[in-house]
C-alpha cells in the first residue's frame, strides 16, 4: 500500500532558530494531514492539521504548508523553543470512508540551547 | 476534560504470561484504535472499533492477539500468551469522527521477559 515517508530522520536547531520539517506522500487520494508531536514518554499529540483544498494554514508558531503537486508537505515551526525537541509525525487520511490514519516514521527534532 | 486514559502505565511481565491492556476514550468518541509502536516499524494500527464494534482487526499480529469493546467507554486489548517480541509502547487513540484527528492516550509500555 501506500505510505507516508519523511525525509529527513533528524533535525538539529539553535533555540530561536526557526524548524522546518518535511513529509513526502504517496497517496495522491489523501485529503486532510495532521502534525503530531510526541515527546518522550508521551503519546502523539496533535499539532495542525490541513485538508486538501488549502496549502497553507496558520497555528501558534506553526505553519503547515501542503504542496499537492509534488506530494509534500511540511510543518515550520517560529522561534523554536528547547519544549519543542519532540519526534515530529506526519499523519494522511484518504478521506471517503477510509477510517485510518497513515503514519510517516518520524522526524527527531533537537534544540539546542 | 480528562483526555484518553489507558492502564497500566507500565507493564512488566514474563514470557507465556497473560497481559491485559485497559483504554477509556474520551467521553462521546465513537471511534477507538489501538496501535503499537516499536523503533523498528513506527506506529502500527492493531484494530479498529466504531460504535463498539471491530470493524478492521487486520493489524493484529496472531492469534494470541484479542481486543474487546464491551461498551462506549471502555476497551482492552490482550496478548495471551506472551513473547519477548511483544515488548513495545502500546497506545489506545480515539476520535470523534473515523479517519480526522485522533486523540492518544499516555501509552502503555509493555516489556516481556
Known amino acids: 500500500g501506500e505510505s507516508v515517508g519523511l525525509h529527513l530522520p533528524t533535525l538539529s536547531v539553535q533555540e530561536g532558530d526557526n524548524s522546518i520539517i518535511n513529509c513526502a506522500y504517496s497517496n495522491s487520494a489523501s485529503d486532510y494531514f495532521i502534525w503530531y508531536k510526541q515527546e518522550s514518554g508521551k503519546g502523539p499529540q496533535f499539532i495542525i492539521d490541513i485538508r486538501s483544498n488549502m496549502d497553507k494554514r496558520q497555528g501558534q508558531r506553526v505553519t503547515v504548508l501542503l504542496n499537492k503537486t509534488v506530494k509534500h508537505l511540511s510543518l515550520q515551526i517560529a522561534a523554536t523553543q528547547p519544549g519543542d525537541s519532540a519526534v515530529y509525525f506526519c499523519a494522511e487520511n484518504s478521506g471517503g470512508s477510509n477510517y485510518k490514519l497513515t503514519f510517516g516514521k518520524g522526524t527527531l527534532l533537537t534544540v539546542n540551547p | 476534560d480528562a483526555g484518553v486514559i489507558q492502564s497500566p502505565r507500565h507493564e512488566v511481565t514474563e514470557m507465556g504470561q497473560e497481559v491485559t491492556l485497559r483504554c477509556k476514550p474520551i467521553s462521546g468518541h465513537n471511534s477507538l484504535f489501538w496501535y503499537r509502536q516499536t523503533m523498528m516499524r513506527g506506529l502500527e494500527l492493531l484494530i479498529y472499533?466504531?460504535?463498539?464494534?471491530?470493524?478492521?482487526d487486520s493489524g493484529m499480529p496472531e492469534d494470541r492477539f484479542s481486543a474487546k469493546m464491551p461498551n462506549a467507554s471502555f476497551s482492552t486489548l490482550k496478548i495471551q500468551p506472551s513473547e519477548p517480541r511483544d515488548s513495545a509502547v502500546y497506545f489506545c487513540?480515539?476520535?470523534?469522527?473515523?479517519?480526522?484527528?485522533?486523540?492518544f492516550g499516555p501509552g502503555t509500555r509493555l516489556t516481556v521477559l
Open positions: 472499533f466504531n460504535n463498539n464494534v471491530p470493524i478492521d
Open positions: 487513540a480515539s476520535s470523534l469522527l473515523a479517519g480526522r484527528e485522533q486523540f
